[in-house]
């Protein structure tokens, strides 16, 4: 049972940084592939980052050359680096992650980041 648990939202001027950061409540016992996506209101849900077992990075469009996406394998922590953040960042992010055994992750409870216009 895996429950993963973010933090680090907040507010933040648009042009700032913020850091998020996610851990599962209790030790992975299984490689994982680890991600966040995002939701704003009246929007679906969105593909933020993720990173593999191996290291390989994705984002998504709209997040590319602004976010970085790491991961600590000793804490099984994933972080995501925000970068030059603008209004249309505002969501709530997610983290999940996902045993490669699993065709569905866990996901946590979210985290609200918001930055004015």
């Known amino acids: 049972q895996v429950q993963p648990v973010e933090s680090g939202g907040g507010l933040v001027q648009p042009g700032g940084s913020l850091s998020l950061s996610c851990a599962p409540s209790g030790r992975l016992s299984s490689i994982s592939t680890m991600g966040w996506h995002r939701q704003a209101p009246g929007k679906e849900r969105e593909f933020v980052a993720r990173?593999?077992?191996?290291?390989?990075?994705e984002y998504g469009d709209a997040v590319k050359g602004r976010f970085t996406i790491s991961r600590d394998s000793a804490t099984d922590t994933v972080f995501l680096q925000m970068n030059n953040l603008k209004p249309e960042d505002t969501a709530v992010y997610y983290c999940?992650?996902?045993?490669?055994?699993?065709?569905?992750?866990?996901w946590g409870q979210g985290t609200q980041v918001t930055v004015p216009s």
């Open positions: 990173i593999t077992p191996s290291g390989r990075t």
């Open positions: 999940n992650i996902r045993p490669i055994q699993m065709a569905v992750g866990y």
